[in-house]
């Protein structure tokens, strides 16, 4: 499966760098949101991580560029939980860096050739709706 051609490239990396920069200031702020009825917020760490993964699959077609990307991925969710324990007011839990990896696993599992990629229907549309 070929990558497709984005027009709109750097609005969608864009977007990208943005979730980035959300789960980061998320990850380090002193009363972050949680989903209610999950005490350890695993599904908070597998939303956010599988949404990061499964983003720059969609962007990112060549086997070598995606495993860098959610190697670095799990990297910065290590890096994060250990800033955490250095704040003061978050805690350092091994668990979640496990619940971060998993979320980056589970955006691979449901990125592009197994699942589809909207990108490309996204910009048709938004080319219609824009002239």
């Not at 691979?108 to 699942?115: E, S, V």
């Amino acid at each position: 499966m070929s990558a497709p051609h984005f027009e709109r490239a750097r609005l969608w990396w864009g977007m990208g760098w943005a979730l980035v920069a959300l789960v980061i200031f998320f990850s380090l702020e002193p009363k972050p949101p949680e989903v209610p009825g999950d005490p350890g917020n695993w599904s908070g760490h597998l939303i956010a991580y599988g949404t990061l993964a499964g983003w720059f699959t969609r962007l990112l077609y060549a086997r070598r560029s995606r495993f860098l990307a959610l190697g670095l991925l799990v990297s910065m969710g290590v890096v994060l939980e250990f800033l955490q324990g250095m704040t003061g007011y978050r805690t350092y839990d091994p668990l979640d860096m496990l619940a971060n990896s998993c979320g980056v696993l589970l955006g691979l599992a449901l990125a592009p050739p197994r699942f589809p990629n909207g990108l490309p229907t996204l910009e048709r549309w938004l080319r219609r709706v824009t002239g």
